[in-house]
């Protein structure tokens, strides 16, 4: 059962600014107030409200959120007690920005620390326009974020042929017409109903022929990272069975794309972009893990991955930290394979998943200790080579899908 | 026969360019500056764009965003003397970028890539 808090009486808006959240009483009150004042310097000629999709925080969440001075009004929507998962906010947010007959939406997370009222204007502005989805852009440390370099980024590239650099991001705008189309949509999992939820929303916009244009967000995305290491959790999970899951719903569709296109850029003229904060990383705990992988996992490898792909890894496995190296191509076909598996061995996926994790934290140290020396700028195009690495490789994966 | 608009302040690079890519069978137009720009792509409704960034009277990131914001379907290489415009995040709006080099095998790699890349046509929201 839905529970919402609307102290004024909203029943219609142009536009809506959402943040969901779990336990961000912290936090949550400066998003608010950004939001607010981005909602009056640039969409003073709407109706807009903020809306705050909670999973029942038993943190003060709620009165953080509602007790916040702002000139928009606000509701507060929350899942039932118990009930988690950061997909099962946006689905409550997709059904009021509906009932509300919003044109457009922005989705920006509890927990950020550098958003200016800039942001609302450049995730929302597009919208307005010719523009269906727009995903932001901004200087992450090289890093942060390691799920969206090493997997997300590069997967949806070379499979939808959309360069979307931030496809997880976590801060989005998306029209009301494509939040009709994510409410429409059947094929709702656990892990959507989660962390699964970003990557879901950005493929099922590339999927169904929305125009989509990336942002640029001018400053930094500040918020609470993680060393990928010491905590990765359910998030991974998530976020990478929903690629797969997505791949095998979406497959007629990346079958006909070739190469990867650009996407429309918003935002230009801000200035220098301001460099994030440093990222530690903790590589031989990385490497650790990655070795540790072997002894809970190492039978299933051989079966999933080809046999010269196996032999290959052996080698990287014989490494020591001094000269680890985890090849891009390597990783990019072991990916590959590991999709072709979750297609085809429907009973172990669970397992499929969680012996991806050892791997992704082999690549991960790999990735670190090639880019150490490197500017953020450098890194960047070290990702840039990965996503070619990546769609070169998809003529593997063409091979091996229907097989 | 695909048309390739080569826009290049320097003179030897548009000759030596476009001999090379006429060879390999494409049709070739050149611009020396970034002047009347958009009405030479209109007129010549190139296939694909080879941009220079440096040049003497023009910034070539800012002719792409003009060029993105008129023919956003035409597929732009960046070809500069300089990899440090690839951290300049304007860059990424163009389909390649492409460090010049007298061996232009990987310039030719990323022209045909960029024909070639294709997105089916998408089913309109629903």
Same mark, same amino acid.
């Given at each position: 059962?839905?529970?919402?808090?609307?102290?004024?009486?909203?029943?219609?808006?142009?536009?809506?600014?959402?943040?969901?959240?779990?336990?961000?009483?912290?936090?949550?009150?400066?998003?608010?107030?950004?939001?607010?004042?981005?909602?009056?310097?640039?969409?003073?000629?709407?109706?807009?409200?903020?809306?705050?999709?909670?999973?029942?925080?038993?943190?003060?969440?709620?009165?953080?959120?509602?007790?916040?001075?702002?000139?928009?009004?606000?509701?507060?929507?929350?899942?039932?007690?118990?009930?988690?998962?950061?997909?099962?906010?946006?689905?409550?947010?997709?059904?009021?920005?509906?009932?509300?007959?919003?044109?457009?939406?922005?989705?920006?997370?509890?927990?950020?620390?550098?958003?200016?009222?800039?942001?609302?204007?450049?995730?929302?502005?597009?919208?307005?326009?010719?523009?269906?989805?727009?995903?932001?852009?901004?200087?992450?440390?090289?890093?942060?974020?390691?799920?969206?370099?090493?997997?997300?980024?590069?997967?949806?590239?070379?499979?939808?042929?959309?360069?979307?650099?931030?496809?997880?991001?976590?801060?989005?705008?998306?029209?009301?017409?494509?939040?009709?189309?994510?409410?429409?949509?059947?094929?709702?999992?656990?892990?959507?109903?989660?962390?699964?939820?970003?990557?879901?929303?950005?493929?099922?916009?590339?999927?169904?022929?929305?125009?989509?244009?990336?942002?640029?967000?001018?400053?930094?995305?500040?918020?609470?990272?993680?060393?990928?290491?010491?905590?990765?959790?359910?998030?991974?999970?998530?976020?990478?069975?929903?690629?797969?899951?997505?791949?095998?719903?979406?497959?007629?569709?990346?079958?006909?794309?070739?190469?990867?296109?650009?996407?429309?850029?918003?935002?230009?003229?801000?200035?220098?972009?301001?460099?994030?904060?440093?990222?530690?990383?903790?590589?031989?705990?990385?490497?650790?893990?990655?070795?540790?992988?072997?002894?809970?996992?190492?039978?299933?490898?051989?079966?999933?991955?080809?046999?010269?792909?196996?032999?290959?890894?052996?080698?990287?496995?014989?490494?020591?930290?001094?000269?680890?190296?985890?090849?891009?191509?390597?990783?990019?076909?072991?990916?590959?394979?590991?999709?072709?598996?979750?297609?085809?061995?429907?009973?172990?996926?669970?397992?499929?998943?969680?012996?991806?994790?050892?791997?992704?934290?082999?690549?991960?140290?790999?990735?670190?200790?090639?880019?150490?020396?490197?500017?953020?700028?450098?890194?960047?195009?070290?990702?840039?080579?990965?996503?070619?690495?990546?769609?070169?490789?998809?003529?593997?994966?063409?091979?091996?899908?229907?097989? | 026969?695909?048309?390739?608009?080569?826009?290049?302040?320097?003179?030897?690079?548009?000759?030596?360019?476009?001999?090379?890519?006429?060879?390999?069978?494409?049709?070739? +137009?050149?611009?020396?500056?970034?002047?009347? =720009?958009? /009405?030479?792509?209109?007129?010549?409704?190139?296939?694909? @764009? %080879? #941009?220079?960034?440096?040049? +003497?009277?023009?910034?070539?990131?800012?002719? =792409?965003? /003009?060029?993105?914001?008129?023919?956003?379907?035409?597929? @732009? %290489? #960046?070809?500069?003397?300089?990899?440090?415009?690839?951290?300049?995040?304007?860059?990424?709006?163009?389909?390649?970028?492409?460090?010049?080099?007298?061996?232009?095998?990987?310039?030719?790699?990323?022209?045909?890539?960029?024909?070639?890349?294709?997105?089916?046509?998408?089913?309109?929201?629903?």
């Amino acid at each position: 059962m839905l529970i919402e808090e609307n102290p004024d009486g909203i029943h219609a808006a142009d536009l809506v600014v959402g943040i969901p959240s779990y336990n961000e009483a912290d936090l949550i009150s400066y998003p608010t107030q950004q939001a607010s004042e981005g909602l009056v310097r640039y969409f003073g000629g709407k109706n807009s409200v903020i809306i705050n999709c909670d999973n029942h925080s038993t943190d003060g969440t709620r009165e953080a959120f509602m007790n916040t001075p702002t000139e928009v009004s606000k509701i507060y929507l929350s899942t039932p007690p118990g009930v988690r998962g950061k997909g099962n906010n946006f689905k409550n947010l997709f059904k009021k920005s509906c009932d509300l007959g919003a044109q457009a939406i922005v989705v920006v997370d509890a927990d950020l620390k550098s958003i200016t009222p800039r942001w609302i204007k450049n995730l929302g502005e597009p919208l307005f326009e010719d523009f269906g989805f727009v995903a932001p852009l901004y200087v992450r440390h090289k890093y942060d974020g390691t799920i969206t370099n090493n997997i997300a980024y590069p997967m949806t590239r070379c499979l939808y042929g959309r360069r979307v650099r931030q496809p997880i991001g976590g801060d989005f705008g998306f029209s009301g017409e494509l939040a009709e189309v994510y409410l429409r949509q059947t094929d709702w999992t656990e892990a959507i109903a989660e962390f699964g939820i970003d990557i879901w929303m950005t493929t099922t916009a590339m999927c169904y022929g929305t125009p989509i244009c990336q942002s640029y967000m001018g400053r930094p995305k500040v918020h609470k990272p993680k060393d990928p290491g010491e905590s990765l959790g359910p998030m991974f999970l998530q976020v990478v069975g929903t690629i797969f899951d997505m791949m095998i719903k979406h497959a007629n569709f990346w079958q006909g794309v070739r190469w990867s296109k650009p996407t429309a850029i918003f935002g230009f003229g801000l200035g220098e972009m301001e460099m994030p904060p440093p990222v530690d990383v903790n590589i031989q705990r990385l490497y650790d893990k990655f070795q540790a992988g072997f002894a809970d996992y190492g039978s299933l490898w051989k079966e999933i991955l080809s046999t010269s792909l196996f032999k290959k890894f052996s080698e990287v496995r014989a490494l020591p930290l001094s000269g680890f190296e985890f090849p891009a191509n390597l990783w990019a076909e072991m990916l590959i394979d590991f999709g072709v598996a979750y297609k085809n061995r429907v009973n172990q996926k669970g397992k499929l998943l969680e012996s991806l994790i050892p791997l992704y934290f082999g690549r991960t140290c790999s990735f670190v200790i090639e880019s150490e020396p490197m500017t953020i700028q450098q890194a960047e195009e070290l990702i840039e080579e990965q996503c070619e690495v990546f769609e070169t490789a998809k003529s593997y994966l063409l091979n091996n899908w229907s097989e | 026969m695909k048309k390739i608009l080569i826009v290049d302040d320097e003179e030897v690079i548009r000759m030596l360019y476009g001999e090379e890519l006429e060879e390999e069978g494409y049709e070739v +137009a050149t611009a020396g500056s970034g002047h009347g =720009l958009m /009405e030479m792509i209109e007129r010549e409704k190139p296939d694909l @764009v %080879i #941009l220079d960034i440096k040049m +003497a009277e023009h910034d070539g990131l800012d002719l =792409l965003q /003009e060029i993105r914001k008129s023919f956003y379907n035409i597929p @732009v %290489i #960046l070809c500069s003397a300089y990899s440090s415009f690839k951290g300049d995040l304007k860059s990424i709006a163009a389909d390649y970028y492409v460090v010049k080099s007298a061996d232009l095998s990987e310039l030719k790699q990323k022209i045909k890539m960029a024909l070639e890349g294709q997105i089916p046509s998408q089913p309109a929201l629903k």
